[in-house]
């Protein structure tokens, strides 16, 4: 028997695969696609243009501008979908592929079967479908080593893609590859068993997967070839735009749009602390008045409940008692893993899957060599194999006991669009323990596979039962109510634990109440004593801005992309510079703001969420075969170009300015236009050269404590410092100028001048030079005057030993990403990476006696609170008084 051939996307794949396939099979790697659309053209064929270059056709000769020749033609030729090219994209092999494809070549002449073993998706279909086009039709490749450059570089030899050279040099023809013996192999796991069945059942490769990845891919370049340059001569050069990941970006910033328009609504609750006679004394909350729920929006409203009943008898008007079970969540979908990894890893979508990758390719496990950990990572299905559902089953008594294991096992209904040919993400053998291959693998990597293991093997074990509580109390005619709810049989939560699964628990189980809180034994009609009773004042909170877990769980919900692309529109807005990252939430740039305004309003269908999910399930009904994939694109473009033509003529113009309806404060004459620069965007004048007026319109990053930005006031006139920028980047220029021509550095990134140095009375342990305090980006540190020669560096600390390592200090820190924020840490980083966001102060604990502690923000205001794991000591903190500051001169009133 000849050997075969078998061909998977990576190295690390082939590595792992190789190994389970014998000696009769040879594994080679494509290294990813190995074709795709040309680089500088659009490489589509589009109604009245030539084929795959984007550009129209030649009009027909006449007279410019006759009223005959307008008529002959139109703006958009209509499009017949009976031209089979329309649409057909130009494909073309990846440059620096082709000693890749040459090699596979030879050994797919020389093989008596070849196997394309790609991943079980549309991508992987694609690339099989790729490679074996390439594969059954022959080629001419010269074998050549690469030039090197006149500056030293080495030169890549030329791709297929490229033309063949004009010289005389031999040509060693490869021929074509039978493409009866090209066959096409899935499966959801690398494991032997999995491996043998999908060669046992080899195929074909199945056009309506690919058609689908085709149609995704020709929507795709169509927006970013035709969009993108709309915004390089509206807003600047090298922006780009993207079918899904500017729907993605106006999901952020109509959250940021909501964030800044809410109006906080004053509201208070009130909690009531009563006694049963016998322990503990518990707390019950105002639900209704006169049996109707009821609110209470002032301090006034909330002293008259006080005053009626304070006095009145608290009496228990019912009890009422259930058993409760929480049913254990199914194994992980990839948008759920994704959610999970964030909440409980703070993990990014993208660094989840790129870890993911490695589980699923494979890890060396010392003697055992390369082994895959996990099932394929792309799905949105829940479905476990029977193989699977046993193993784990044989698991769970023996490791946990048989009152853990439920009769049958536990299914669980997948999303209508799921496909269940695939398989949930979890361990290729559950017996493989996460500790059994901890000391195989990376920190990160361990923490995922426990993670998938945990959540694979709770899904198969009993819920969990809490004995729940609710006690109704009436207060003359108010009712309190009091939840509690206490443990009964642990069930899942054996292996998913609490607290860390309270992150990514469902939405129904989010809303239990009292739990973990015990209530005393009442009966009804019970009389109660109050032992205290306290009004809360609270304020309606806006929507918090998403981050990782929430964008992809919103991305799901609205239909937005596939599992397999959400990691990447993330991180696509991110490096964009769309959006930023500040403490995991996303807030989008000045720059993303613009752009995405500009296009929803130019591109209403196209950049529709609602139109964006529905395409979606189109690609859908393609991999199905129930839809030509010609048909919607078609669908597509029609909708896109009456945008696009639009869009050219109407959308507004950063370049040229757009009006703002503001007079010129310098010339009174001319109207503020809103700009764009390298530098940013910027307020001028209208009237310019003639009025040089300019007002920079960079965010300025809070830095004072209160999150309120700190105003900076001129030493000279008393006015006002703003942001200025010149040659060297942004400072600081008195208001008053050409009055006044006072300027400051200022600390990047802020609008915050830079202070002097100031030489301290003390000698430079190293080399005995003057010590100087100085003000750097992240903050106060002392340094000495010998700098560059001696490079001797104290930062500020706060006098507090830090808790984890016990040896460093604590010291006030910046966030050197985001918007700047402060912090705490120690100055033994990266030795110790302890960290904190609230501001430690040198108090001990009264309670638990910790050494410090801290000051933080809450919905009840500013409160001192110990940071110690188990202790509960919480206090108001005390109010400081504003400092009064004195000007040499009335300040500008600050802008609104």
Request: glycine residues 6%.
């Amino acid at each position: 028997m000849g050997r075969s051939l078998v061909i998977v996307e990576s190295p690390a794949k082939a590595k792992t695969i190789n190994k389970y396939l014998g000696k009769n099979f040879t594994v080679k790697a494509s290294v990813g696609h190995v074709m795709d659309l040309p680089k500088k053209t659009i490489g589509i064929r589009l109604p009245g243009e030539e084929e795959g270059n984007g550009k129209k056709k030649k009009k027909a000769k006449g007279k410019k501008g006759s009223k005959k020749s307008k008529e002959k033609e139109p703006k958009r030729p209509l499009i017949r979908l009976s031209d089979e090219k329309i649409f057909e994209p130009t494909l073309q092999i990846i440059a620096g592929k082709g000693k890749v494809i040459n090699d596979l070549r030879k050994a797919a002449n020389s093989a008596d079967a070849v196997y394309l073993a790609g991943d079980p998706d549309r991508e992987g279909e694609a690339i099989s479908a790729h490679l074996a086009m390439v594969l059954s039709k022959p080629s001419k490749f010269v074998e050549q080593e690469p030039s090197v450059s006149r500056w030293g570089k080495k030169k890549e030899a030329k791709s297929e893609a490229a033309e063949e050279p004009a010289d005389d040099k031999p040509k060693k023809e490869i021929a074509a590859t039978d493409p009866k013996k090209i066959f096409r192999v899935t499966f959801n796991e690398i494991t032997p068993k999995a491996i043998r069945a999908a060669f046992e059942h080899p195929r074909q490769v199945d056009t309506d997967l690919v058609d689908a990845q085709q149609a995704r891919r020709v929507l795709d370049r169509i927006v970013g070839y035709k969009v993108s340059p709309l915004l390089w001569n509206k807003v600047r050069r090298g922006l780009s735009a993207g079918r899904v990941q500017t729907v993605a970006l106006r999901l952020i910033v109509e959250r940021e749009l909501e964030i800044r328009a809410f109006v906080p609504v004053e509201y208070w609750t009130i909690h009531a602390a009563l006694a049963a006679g016998e322990p503990p004394v518990f707390e019950a909350k105002l639900t209704k008045y006169k049996g109707e729920e009821i609110e209470i929006h002032t301090r006034e409203e909330a002293d008259k409940v006080l005053a009626a009943v304070e006095k009145a008898k608290w009496q228990v008007a019912s009890v009422a008692q259930k058993e409760k079970r929480r049913n254990p969540p199914p194994p992980f979908t990839t948008s759920k893993l994704q959610q999970a990894a964030y909440n409980r890893l703070r993990y990014t979508a993208k660094r989840t899957m790129s870890i993911a990758q490695r589980l699923y390719e494979g890890v060396e496990l010392g003697e055992e060599g390369s082994v895959a950990l996990i099932t394929y990572m792309r799905t949105d299905s829940v479905h476990v194999s029977s193989d699977a559902l046993g193993e784990v089953r044989d698991l769970i008594p023996k490791r946990f006991g048989a009152n853990y294991l439920p009769e049958k096992p536990n299914f669980y209904k997948s999303k209508k669009d799921a496909q269940e040919a695939h398989e949930a993400v979890r361990p290729t053998d559950v017996t493989r323990a996460p500790e059994d291959v901890r000391r195989y693998l990376e920190e990160d990597a361990f923490k995922l596979y426990q993670l998938i293991w945990q959540r694979f093997v709770a899904s198969q074990m009993l819920p969990a039962i809490f004995d729940q509580t609710g006690i109704d109390i009436n207060a003359g005619d108010y009712t309190f109510r009091a939840n509690g709810s206490v443990q009964k049989f642990d069930g899942y939560l054996r292996m998913y634990q609490m607290p860390a699964a309270i992150a990514d628990r469902e939405e129904d189980e989010k809303d239990d109440e009292g739990e973990g809180r015990n209530l005393p034994r009442v009966s009804e009609g019970q009389t109660l004593q109050l032992d205290r009773i306290r009004p809360d004042q609270h304020f309606t909170e806006p929507p918090p801005r998403y981050n990782d877990a929430t964008l992809v769980k919103e991305l799901e919900e609205k239909g937005i992309g596939r599992p397999s692309t959400y990691a990447s529109i993330i991180s696509t807005i991110v490096e964009r510079e769309y959006v930023t990252k500040d403490q995991g939430r996303f807030s989008p740039t000045m720059l993303g703001e613009r752009v995405s305004t500009l296009l929803v309003k130019s591109f209403e269908d196209i950049f529709d969420v609602s139109f964006t999910a529905r395409l979606e399930e189109e690609l859908d009904e393609i991999e199905e075969g129930k839809l030509p994939w010609r048909e919607a694109v078609k669908e597509f473009w029609e909708k896109f170009v009456v945008d696009l033509d639009r869009a050219d003529d109407e959308m507004l113009s950063y370049k040229a300015g757009i009006p703002t309806g503001k007079k010129c404060e310098k010339c009174v004459q001319g109207e503020l236009l809103e700009r764009i620069s390298r530098h940013g965007f910027f307020l001028g004048c209208s009237r310019y050269p003639e009025c040089d007026f300019i007002e920079d319109l960079s965010p300025v990053v809070p830095t004072e404590e209160n999150g309120q930005p700190k105003i900076e006031y001129c030493d000279n006139c008393g006015k006002e410092m703003v942001i200025k920028r010149g040659r060297f980047g942004t400072f600081l220029a008195c208001k008053g100028y050409p009055e006044c021509k006072t300027t400051r550095r200022i600390i990047e990134g802020t609008r915050v001048a830079l202070q002097p140095d100031e030489l301290l009375d003390e000698k430079c342990p190293e080399c005995s030079s003057q010590l100087v305090r100085k003000h750097g980006r992240y903050g106060e540190f002392t340094g000495c005057t010998a700098y560059p020669k001696c490079k001797f560096i104290r930062a500020k600390t706060l006098g507090i030993n830090c808790p984890k390592c016990g040896t460093g200090e604590l010291l006030e820190r910046m966030a050197k990403k985001g918007r700047r924020r402060v912090f705490y840490g120690c100055n033994r980083y990266p030795e110790c990476d302890f960290t904190t966001p609230y501001k430690p102060i040198a108090e001990p604990c009264p309670k638990c006696g910790a050494a410090f502690v801290v000051e933080k923000r809450s919905k009840t205001g500013t409160v001192r609170a110990c940071l110690k794991e188990g202790c509960d000591w919480e206090i108001p903190a005390p109010e400081v008084p504003a400092p009064v500051t004195v000007h040499a001169a009335e300040p500008a009133p600050a802008p609104v």
